[in-house]
């Protein structure tokens, strides 16, 4: 299925030119790791679920980047990841694999990279890291950057590497999960503005009028900046496709808006407002349900329950920070459905409640608080809590017992 991606790849080297660039041998060394523990209670709200207890995760990750020649970089990351206690995601494991393994042709102005890689998108609304997780979700194929005065062009064509928990170097692209688009920003009116349109397929890809292979087209619109004391990040995307031989008509609007006061501890204020669409009837020929692909996993709070599809919320913050050291937040979260005919959906994209014929919309309501405290230039420490309280909706469809959950994070970079 890659083989498809190769003449773009072609015709992206054709247009590349030698240019002058970094020298040859000189090499970039880095390391990292991450300790983690974490405890879960009522998850999924449901007091009877295998995965309530303690889990303890390591991520420890090396990787080493240089000029191999003039205009053509490589870059090598392997990590490992290891995990005991309740097992919580299928992407927690991976004992020893690539991480990162590219070549780069070209220089800042134009660049082609090719082989193993990271994205990040944007505000990661759609493409992301999945950094929360304890392996970080990586592609396979090609990306092409360009740069015209202020304005950056990237186009990509990528299939999504499965994460292989058991085993060492046995990572693979899977051919049935492809993504590929282009991804513009550049300098508006007002601060910075992003344009994309995406293609995603997805082969045998779960909804809530069954499970189908799926192509999905996204076109998105991304405001984002500061002006004075003010600060925002909106985002709408339009989606369209086919879900086996269901029309596919979706679309999400999201909005975060926020002001930072010149006084002592520099509190910083934000209300972040989201809607995106449901499934409205079903068996109409028509999802409508919004997909958000691949996106950061905690989406709205880093105990990552519930997923952007067929919902709106209302989710005030405050940030505060009492020394250069020491970064204190809070937030509240109020989430509704947006469809009775659609369930709620967990951060992976899963249903993680179906209808159930229930006509409540509230969901939940989640309280956070995190402080992250940097101990040294190499060395950072930080503390989660959560909260979620059921609302309506999952008392009416199911176990609706109150979830915590906690995060004791450990971090070294050198």
Known sequence: MLLRFLPLACGCLAILSPAASAESGEWQTAFEARERVQYFNNTNFDAASTVNDWLWTQR?????????????????????AVTSGSQTSPVDSNVLDVREAYLEFGDQGRALRIGRQELLLGSQRLVGTRDG?????????????????????????????????????????????????????????IGELDFYLLYAESDDHISIEGIADQKRYSVGLRSFGERGSVFWNWEAIYQWGR??????????????????????????LMVSANVASGDGTNGDHQLGTFDPLYPRGNYFSDAAILGPANFYNVNPYISLSPSEKLTLGA???????????????????????????????????????????????????EIIYAHNAPGDFIQDTGPSDPVDFLELTLRFKF
Do not use: C
């Open 60 to 80: 420890i990750a090396a990787s080493a980047e240089g000029w191999i020649a003039p205009s053509v970089k490589a870059r090598l990351s392997l990590q490992s």
């Open 133 to 189: 997780t304890n392996v970080r979700r990586g592609w396979d194929g090609a990306r092409l950057s360009l740069k015209a005065g202020n304005w950056q062009l990237d186009a990509i064509a990528v299939a999504l590497v499965d994460v292989e928990p058991d085993g060492m170097f046995n990572d693979r692209a899977d051919d049935g999960r492809l993504l590929a688009g282009l991804y513009t920003t550049g300098p508006a009116a």
């Open 243 to 268: 879900h086996g031989d269901l029309d596919i008509t979706a679309w999400t609007i999201a909005t975060n808006t926020g002001y930072r006061f010149a006084s002592p501890w520099s509190p910083e």
């Open 331 to 381: 937030d509240v979260n109020w989430f509704w459905r947006l469809e009775n005919e659609d369930g709620v959906y967990g951060a992976p994209g899963n249903v993680l409640r179906g209808p159930e014929r229930s006509t409540s919309d509230f969901v939940a309501m989640g309280l956070s608080a995190h402080a992250t405290y940097q101990i040294n230039q190499h060395i950072s420490a």
